[in-house]
Structures are given as C-alpha cells and as structure tokens.
C-alpha cells in the first residue's frame, strides 16, 4: 500500500489537537498530519497520522508501512499496531531492479 503526504493547501502541516485535562492527567496536546493511502481504489482515502511532537511529521513524498507497523493481537490476527506506525520512503520496483 502506498501511502502519500502531500504538500497541496498544506496538508503536510501537522495540526495540534488538545486533549483536556481528565482527573489527575494534565492536558495532552498531539498533532495530527494528513495522509493519503492508495488502496486499489479510483481515489486515495485520506486519514490521520498522529504525532507526539511537531517535528515527527514526515515530509512531502511517498511511503509504504515499515514492517514493525504490524503485530498480532490478543486473537492471534494480524493487525495495525495504531501506536506504532511507521512510514518508510517508498522505493517503486524500477528503483529496487536498479539496485
């Protein structure tokens, strides 16, 4: 799956989102960046990456999943781990044949 950050109306600028504070929990600010996976359909979907800090955003460009993005959950299927995705830069097959 090919995953893309695009740089159109600044869709790559992560967005703060803060959480109230919840008992004895401080307030919690994550920023959410735009994202858009091709999944085989005739558009890409958009979602959300979250990050814990501004500078985690991932630049303009195309990306797959990194293999760690996925574990096997309490049911012995596999799954997203939605806390640790990671993105890796997408090298198309004319790259990897050239190496």
Do not use: C, W
Not at 7 to 35: H, L, S, W
Not at 41 to 59: C, L, M, R, S
């Amino acid at each position: 799956m090919i995953i893309e950050i695009l740089g159109t109306n600044g869709a790559n600028i992560p967005e703060p989102r803060t959480f109230r504070a919840n008992g004895d929990k401080p307030p919690r600010t994550v920023y959410e960046q735009k994202a858009y996976a091709n999944m085989g359909g005739v558009f890409p979907v958009e979602f959300k990456i979250t990050h814990d800090d501004h500078n985690n955003a991932y630049p303009i460009g195309k990306y797959e999943l990194a293999p760690s993005s996925y574990k096997v959950n309490q049911y012995g299927q596999l799954e997203l781990d939605r806390y640790g995705m990671k993105l890796i830069p997408y090298a198309d097959f004319s790259d990897k044949k050239a190496s």
